[in-house]
Every structure is written in C-alpha cells, then in structure tokens.
C-alpha cells in the first residue's frame, strides 16, 4: 500500500482523454471563381452553356455620288462550355459517429466543402497556365511583366477587352513579395526611410516610412493595382521544378465560370457495413472556358523561391 498525496500521476489510467476542440488544417481560400465572369446553366435549358461571338463590319466613307452597295455580311462564332460534375464521397460508420468527439464529428461537412472548393479554384488556376502567350520566366516577377499583359489585354489590335471589365493578376505570394521589395526599393532599412516608389536610403536617423506604394508593401502586403490590374494572391497555385510558379493576367470577361446545379449532399445508409453506416456524396457542377483566346489572357511565370528576407 503505497503511502503519500492522491495525485495526477496517481491516478492516471482513471483519468479519460477529451477533446476539447477540433480544428480542420487550414488551406488558402482560392481566388479564381470570383475574378471571373460567372455563369448560370438553368433547368430545362440542355447540358452546354452557349455564347455567339459576332463578327465585326466594316464601315465606308459616303459622298452625294457614292452609291452604297456594298453589304457586309455577317457571321458569328460559337463558344460553348459544358459543365461536369466533381464530387467528394466519404463513409462514415456507425460506430464512429457514436463514439467521436462531437467538436470533431461536427467538422466533417466542412472537410468535404473545402476539397470542393479548392478542387473548383485549382481547375480555374489551370486556366491560366493553359493561355496561349507567355509573360515573364523563371526569374523574378517584376511590376512589369504584370503591366505589359494588362496593357495587352486592353490594346491589342485584334480583340481589345471590354473597358467596363476589371483587369485581375493572379500570383502565388513568393512571387507577389519580389512585387513588394520592387516598389519598396533598393536601400530601404526598417522605418529609416522615406515613403517613395523608388526610394533610397534615407541617412535620417528614425525618418518615418511615409504613406504610399512603398508603405503599403512595407506595412500591409501590397494588393493595389499595377497597369490597372488588380493584385490577388493564391497559395494554391503549384511551384513546379523546384521553384518555377504560373499565374497570370487576364480581364475577368477571359475567363467563364459556367455553374450548373449548385452544391449539393446525398446520403445513403449502409446497414451491411461494420454494423451500420452511412455514405455521404458532395457534389457541385462546373466547368470553366476561355473567351476571345488568345487576347485577354496571358499567363505569366516567375520564380516562385521561398523568400527569406
């Protein structure tokens, strides 16, 4: 018979575990599906969403003798999009949904929504590292590179984007913080600066960092605009052979998000499984396509290096 205080360790094996909490890993919320021209397929309207691009006429000068008999013909171009369906299915048995923690069971609908979403914005990313002109390489990304593909996409001769349409980069945030050391500058040390664009180094002890481009990176991330398109970061872009990320510039007419039947959860009971069960299907239905290839959508490659300082 052991003799002392009746504590913890005393005790141990009597003592249950509890989850007090639980928490789902956290993942970036994706960009895409709201940077982009967003459709609705309706009910009882077919399986493909379907646009017509009409050509453009040509007009002539006409004076007193002109007779004008010159009729332009029109024509269009069909673009369609047919929207698939994705879905997540999991099982979860009886036991299990009897047994686990509560804070635990209550994130498992979350889990599935999450892989959907990501799946929806990840398949929109795919978009850009699939447009027909490359900007940028393997080096760092500079305001430039983002500038140049805007100014395209509104000054190209051959279909310039709708003035109304936002412009939008989209870019993994390694490759957004070689943005904000561009518009910070060469020199800067801690707050020992002045606010500039371009800014120096400033020899005033304690000079404070002023409002503008180069306080707004330093402070807050920079996420203004650059050549008119603005700034997003997505974490869910891919950095493949070791350092190399694709994002890119495109004016969110470019791109269409065609919807079909919204999200959506079916269940089925298992009775002949391990006792008693229940299967659970996430569904959404999507499929996103290019506009006007080729002139509203650049994608652009930088290196995508894991900054350090």
């Excluded at 005393?10 to 003592?15: C, E, K, Q, T, V």
């Excluded at 004008?68 to 929207?83: A, E, G, H, R, V």
């Excluded at 900007?135 to 709708?162: C, F, H, K, M, R």
Aim: net charge negative.
């Amino acid at each position: 018979m052991a003799v002392g205080n009746t504590i913890t360790d005393s005790l141990a094996d009597s003592i249950p575990t509890m989850i007090a909490s639980a928490r789902i890993v956290r993942e970036f919320a994706g960009v895409m599906p709201n940077l982009v021209d967003r459709q609705r397929l309706d009910e009882n309207t077919g399986t493909v969403w379907n646009e017509v691009a009409m050509a453009q006429l040509n007009a002539q000068s006409v004076t007193e003798s002109t007779e004008l008999d010159n009729p332009q013909q029109m024509s269009d171009t069909l673009f369609s999009i047919t929207p698939t369906v994705i879905g997540v299915h999991t099982v979860i048995t009886d036991r299990v949904a009897l047994r686990i923690s509560a804070n635990a069971y209550a994130q498992t609908g979350s889990l599935a929504q999450n892989a959907i979403e990501r799946k929806k914005d990840v398949d929109g990313l795919t978009v850009l590292d699939g447009a027909t002109t490359v900007l940028g390489s393997d080096a760092t990304l500079t305001s430039g590179v983002i500038s140049a593909g805007a100014y395209q996409i509104t000054s190209n001769t051959t279909e310039p984007a709708p003035a109304s349409a936002p412009i939008n980069a989209v870019h993994h945030g390694f490759c957004l913080k070689d943005i904000d050391d561009e518009l910070i500058g060469p020199g800067v040390i801690g707050f020992g600066v002045t606010g500039r664009a371009n800014a120096v180094a400033d020899n005033t002890a304690g000079a404070p960092l002023t409002s503008g481009l180069a306080a707004d990176a330093y402070q807050n991330r920079y996420r203004g605009t650059i050549g008119g398109a603005r700034i997003f970061e997505d974490g869910n872009i891919p950095i493949v052979a070791t350092t190399l990320a694709k994002g890119g510039v495109f004016s969110q007419m470019a791109i269409v998000l065609v919807e079909g039947r919204s999200p959506y959860v079916e269940t089925k009971r298992l009775p002949e499984l391990g006792g008693g069960a229940t299967a659970l299907y996430h569904y959404d239905e999507y499929a996103y396509g290019e506009r006007s290839s080729g002139n509203w959508l650049y994608e652009i490659q930088a290196d995508a290096t894991a900054p350090t300082s």
